[in-house]
T-cell receptor
Framework: DVKVTQSSRYLVKRTGEKVFLECVQDMDHENMFWYRQDPGLGLRLIYFSYDVKMKEKGDIPEGYSVSREKKERFSLILESASTNQTSMYLC??????????FGPGTRLTVT | AQSVTQLDSQVPVFEEAPVELRCNYSSSVSVYLFWYVQYPNQGLQLLLKYLSGSTLVKGINGFEAEFNKSQTSFHLRKPSVHISDTAEYFCAVSEMNRDDKIIFGKGTRLHILP
């Protein structure tokens, strides 16, 4: 069974903290993605990566960075968390013909 | 640039009634189209996709969608809904020959009424 795992389902952090969200895929797929999901706004792409050490900005990269040192792992980093980064974060990897396979999500609350 | 519009943010429907969730897209090139479903407290999963061929696409759980190029639409339908269909549904589009980016609509929340 295909799996994309995210390190935490729920996370609470304080303003100003550095936050790491980890995503691990079980396949050898090149493409991986980070989205945030907010009510009424749908999914918005933060960053994506099409290979190790390669990354591209999505639609809302401000306040975020990413790291991809190994093909199976794609990390999202909040350098200094702020309350407006409270959201659901979804990781996905490419699968087959142009579709994406999603992890269960991490609900992050910044207080 | 591509965009996706889901015309309804919420759709209430009685159990065993038919439902249609509307989706329109815009793009200057040929596209692939998708519907994803998100059940409460879960990630998204693929419901169905249109890549080429027949414009009527059948997916999981009895859902189907029809690609209409002239109207740039990809509406999702089910002839009889069940309480277990309560979820949020996302329409999405990607440009042909580019598998590095999908644009999602804002979602439609389907409420099944007893």
């Amino acid at each position: 069974d295909v799996k994309v795992t995210q390190s935490s389902r729920y996370l609470v952090k304080r303003t100003g903290e550095k936050v790491f969200l980890e995503c691990v895929q079980d396949m050898d797929h090149e493409n991986m993605f980070w989205y945030r999901q907010d009510p009424g706004l749908g999914l918005r792409l933060i960053y994506f990566s099409y290979d190790v050490k390669m990354k591209e900005k999505g639609d809302i990269p401000e306040g975020y960075s990413v790291s991809r040192e190994k093909k199976e792992r794609f990390s999202l980093i909040l350098e200094s968390a702020s309350t407006n980064q409270t959201s659901m974060y979804l990781c996905a990897r490419g699968q087959g013909a142009y579709e994406q396979y999603f992890g269960p999500g991490t609900r992050l609350t910044v207080t | 640039a591509q965009s996706v519009t889901q015309l309804d943010s919420q759709v209430p429907v009685f159990e065993e009634a038919p439902v249609e969730l509307r989706c329109n897209y815009s793009s200057s090139v040929s596209v692939y189209l998708f519907w994803y479903v998100q059940y409460p407290n879960q990630g998204l999963q693929l419901l169905l996709k249109y890549l080429s061929g027949s414009t009527l696409v059948k997916g999981i759980n009895g859902f189907e969608a029809e690609f209409n190029k002239s109207q740039t639409s990809f509406h999702l339908r089910k002839p009889s809904v069940h309480i277990s269909d309560t979820a949020e549904y996302f329409c999405a589009v990607s440009e042909m020959n580019r598998d590095d980016k999908i644009i999602f609509g804002k979602g439609t929340r389907l409420h099944i009424l007893p």
